[in-house]
C-alpha cells in the first residue's frame, strides 16, 4: 500500500510540474513545436517479432505499447539526428484515480543500452479516473547502431525504491526496418 502510493504521489507531483507552465512559455512552446514539427518526416516502422499491442498489467494499471516508429528530425543535435517514438496506450482498471507520466518508462537498445529521452517532445503525464484510458507519446534518442528495442515499465525507479524486488513490465519492440 505504501509502495502504491510513493509511486502515485511521484507521478502526480510530475503531472502538476509538467501543468505549472505560464501562458507565455506554452505560446514559446507551441511556437517551437510547430517548428519541430514542419523539420519532421514520421515514418513508420516495420517490426518482425514485436510485443506491440500487447497489454501488461501492473497494480491495477494496464499498458499498451501500440506503435513504434523512427522520426526523422534535423533540428536535434546529435550524430543520429533521428527520434525513436513510443505510444502507449493506459487504461485505470482501478476504483481510484491514478496518475502516469513519461518517467517510469524506459527504451533499450541490443545489448540494453538504455536511450535517452528527447525532453523537448516528452509531455507524457497525466491522471486517470478509474476506467479510463489514455493514450501519450514517449521520444528517444534513436540509436544508430541498434537493431531491436525493448520498452520498460519501471516505476521502482522514478521512486529510487531501495531492497526489495523492482517489479517492472518490458515488451519486445521487435527490429527496425531501414
Same mark, same amino acid.
Given at each position: 500500500?505504501m509502495k !502504491?502510493?510513493?509511486?502515485?504521489l ?12 505560464? #501562458?507565455?512559455? *506554452?505560446?514559446?512552446?507551441?511556437? !517551437?513545436?510547430?517548428?519541430?514539427? #514542419? %523539420? ?12 506491440? %499491442? !500487447?497489454?501488461? &498489467?501492473?497494480? #491495477?494499471?494496464a &499498458? ?7 522520426i526523422q528530425?534535423?533540428? &536535434? %543535435?546529435?550524430?543520429t ?13 482501478? !476504483? ?17 543500452? *538504455?536511450?535517452?529521452? +528527447?525532453? *523537448?517532445?516528452? *509531455? ?14 514517449? +521520444? ?8 531491436? +528495442?525493448?520498452?520498460? +515499465? %519501471?516505476?521502482?525507479? /522514478? ?14 519492440l521487435? /527490429?527496425?526496418?531501414?
Amino acid at each position: 500500500m505504501m509502495k !502504491k502510493m510513493m509511486v502515485t504521489l511521484t507521478i502526480l507531483a510530475t503531472t502538476l510540474g509538467l501543468a505549472g507552465c505560464g #501562458s507565455a512559455e *506554452e505560446k514559446a512552446g507551441q511556437d !517551437k513545436a510547430d517548428n519541430k514539427t #514542419s %523539420n519532421q518526416v514520421q515514418k513508420k516502422v516495420e517490426t518482425k517479432k514485436s510485443d506491440l %499491442n !500487447k497489454e501488461k &498489467i501492473m497494480d #491495477s494499471i494496464a &499498458i499498451t505499447p501500440q506503435s513504434f516508429q523512427a522520426i526523422q528530425d534535423d533540428s &536535434i %543535435n546529435t550524430d543520429t539526428e533521428q527520434l525513436v517514438k513510443v505510444t502507449v496506450s493506459v487504461k485505470n482498471n482501478s !476504483k481510484q484515480e491514478t496518475g502516469i507520466s513519461s518517467a517510469p518508462f524506459f527504451l533499450k537498445s541490443k545489448g540494453k543500452k *538504455e536511450l535517452q529521452f +528527447y525532453g *523537448e517532445m516528452n *509531455e507524457f503525464g497525466t491522471t486517470i479516473a478509474p476506467g479510463k484510458t489514455v493514450k501519450g507519446d514517449i +521520444y528517444y534518442i534513436a540509436d544508430k547502431k541498434a537493431t531491436t +528495442y525493448e520498452l520498460i +515499465y %519501471n516505476p521502482s525507479a /522514478v521512486t529510487n525504491e531501495k531492497g526489495g524486488k523492482q517489479r517492472k513490465l518490458t515488451w519486445d519492440l521487435g /527490429v527496425l526496418s531501414k
